[in-house]
């Protein structure tokens, strides 16, 4: 569905640089801090800035040769706000009609429903929550084969984060074609969701890996000087000196349970994965 191999953009002291894949049929996750690089990841892919150098192909093709037909097919959650606040609700199918083809007023309405947003009030008098549910209506309500969907769950309680996750579930189940691409800080929203998942920081990839086997393979180790001194290291990821000793990042947690069953070894969660692929050492 995406293919982007090195791609550049500069800002100053930002550089992106970043080679992903979204395969057909798959939901991938980019976690990121803030200013990690993400929005500027999806706005290269949404040809919303000119990139410096690399390449992006999506549906197959090269981005330079995508046709209005083929941007019609993407289904776009943009950070920031997407409509103007002087619009309504029932404005807004007006402008999604005119903009896509394969708009499908009655999905759209009912999603509003589902989510309860109300048609008739101005965007203007919407909570942010309200507003985060607006766009990821409007990005499902036109038969996008890719939804591209930066920080769609920013603002929302975990009551409609919960709503809003289950509808992309039920959004590819409709279609083994479709595949989406979404971007959170928290990794909580992106592990049952994702197939796999890239960790984005300062504008670099520094991991992907699917989400399974980080879930499964992936654990911390707590060694203490001596442990640590012992420890074969041939599987750790990531070290990092801690006042006990060091913990240590494995994805092959059952080596070390089966190997050293008296040390500390704990499943690992996607935030200690980025806590130590950022802070901790290479070994
Ligand atoms: N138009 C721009 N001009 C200059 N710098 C920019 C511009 N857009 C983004 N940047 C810089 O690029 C870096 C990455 O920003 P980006 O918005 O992609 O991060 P992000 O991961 O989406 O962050 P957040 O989670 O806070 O939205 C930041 O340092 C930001 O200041």
Excluded: W
């Amino acid at each position: 569905m995406l293919k982007m191999k090195n791609v550049k953009k500069n800002y100053g002291n930002f550089q992106l640089d970043c080679t992903l894949e979204v395969p057909d049929g798959c939901i991938t996750g980019l976690i990121g801090e803030n200013g990690a690089g993400k929005s500027t990841t999806f706005k290269a892919i949404e040809k919303l800035i000119f990139i410096d150098s690399g390449e992006i192909e999506v549906f197959g093709k090269r981005h330079t040769e995508m046709t209005l037909e083929d941007k019609e097919k993407m289904g776009i959650v943009l950070s920031g706000s997407m409509f103007s606040e002087i619009l309504s609700g029932k404005e807004i199918i007006r402008i999604m009609d005119s903009m896509y083809r394969n708009f499908r007023k009655d999905r759209f309405v009912n999603l509003c429903g589902k989510l309860s947003i109300p048609l008739d009030q101005k965007i203007k008098g919407f909570s942010s929550g309200m507003k985060a549910k607006l766009k990821v209506a409007a990005a499902l309500s036109h038969e996008a084969k890719f939804l591209i969907l930066d920080e769609p769950t920013a603002g929302l309680d975990v009551v409609a984060r919960d709503e809003l996750l289950n509808l992309l579930r039920e959004y590819m189940e409709e279609d083994a074609g479709r595949s989406i691409l979404i971007s959170s800080h928290i990794a909580g929203d992106l592990e049952g969701l994702c197939d796999d998942l890239y960790m984005i920081h300062n504008g670099k990839i520094i991991l992907h890996e699917e989400t399974d086997i980080l879930l499964s393979n992936y654990g911390l180790l707590k060694a203490d000087e001596e442990q640590f001194r012992k420890l074969d290291k041939s599987y750790l990821l990531r070290v990092k000196k801690e006042h006990y000793g060091y913990s240590c990042m494995t994805d092959q947690i059952r080596f070390y349970r089966e190997n050293y069953p008296d040390m500390v070894i704990e499943k690992s969660g996607i935030d200690d994965v980025i806590m130590m692929t950022i802070k901790g050492e290479e070994i």
